[in-house]
């Protein structure tokens, strides 16, 4: 099993600039979650998807971030443009049953200059 | 905010075991305590979760007080690769289940 898979692993850009992460869920997860992690802290949710519906986005600021999961597989996290407060890890995560446990991916650092 | 208390850092020799307490005097009846950790530069990882009972997995013990309004994770033979951040959450699964992170403990093994 290939677990979650993140893509780009770290990104340096430029405030004002967009950006987007893409993430992969484990086969059969039909939950995904972002989070981002400042540094220091614990992971805090952004969106939270069931299939392609999101289902608790009151944590995406969404004057500049918005996200996709189309055919409730594979999402794509956007920021359009980015501050320098944006930088974080942002970290993807799925799960198969709302009980258990979640399977987080390695994350995508990003940078901003 | 994380509903949970945990203490900022611990310490454990190596092959022994380490215990990390966590508080959640508030949870409710039907919320789960969840552990997961976190190692340098990688995503959390779940350990182990659990009701009422003590729950025992390859991973790890917890130990849930009577009460409920406390738990403790067991780690029995520490290792160094045990040295991470351990995350202590209480949710309610089902159709709203998601997990509000604190800061954790930070689990220091020493060789």
């Known amino acids: 099993e290939a677990g979650v898979v993140q893509s780009p692993r770290y990104k340096i850009i430029e405030k004002k600039q967009p950006v987007a992460f893409w993430c992969n869920p484990i086969?059969?997860?039909?939950?995904l979650y972002w989070y981002r992690q400042n540094l220091g802290q614990g992971p805090e949710l952004l969106i939270r998807?069931?299939?392609?519906?999101?289902?608790?986005d009151s944590q995406l600021p969404k004057d500049r971030f918005s996200a996709e999961r189309l055919k409730g597989v594979d999402s794509t996290l956007k920021i359009q443009p980015a501050e320098l407060g944006d930088s974080a890890v942002y970290l993807c995560a799925s799960s198969q049953d709302n009980n258990y446990g979640y399977t987080f991916g390695s994350g995508t650092r990003l940078t901003v200059v | 905010d994380a509903k949970t208390t945990q203490p900022t850092s611990m310490d454990c020799a190596e092959g022994r075991a380490a215990n990390l307490p966590c508080n959640h005097s508030t949870i409710s009846g039907n919320e789960y305590v969840y552990w997961y950790r976190q190692i340098h530069s990688q995503g959390p990882q779940y350990i182990i979760h659990g009701l009422k009972n003590n729950e025992t997995n390859e991973m790890a013990s917890l130990i849930i007080t009577e009460d409920r309004k406390s738990s403790t994770l067991i780690l029995p033979h520490a290792t160094l690769r045990d040295t991470a951040v351990y995350y202590c959450?209480?949710?309610?699964?089902?159709?709203?289940?998601?997990?509000?992170f604190g800061k954790g403990t930070l689990l220091t093994v020493n060789p």
């Open positions: 959450i209480e949710s309610s699964g089902g159709s709203n289940y998601k997990l509000t």
């Open positions: 998807y069931e299939n392609e519906e999101a289902v608790d």
């Open positions: 086969s059969g997860h039909n939950t």
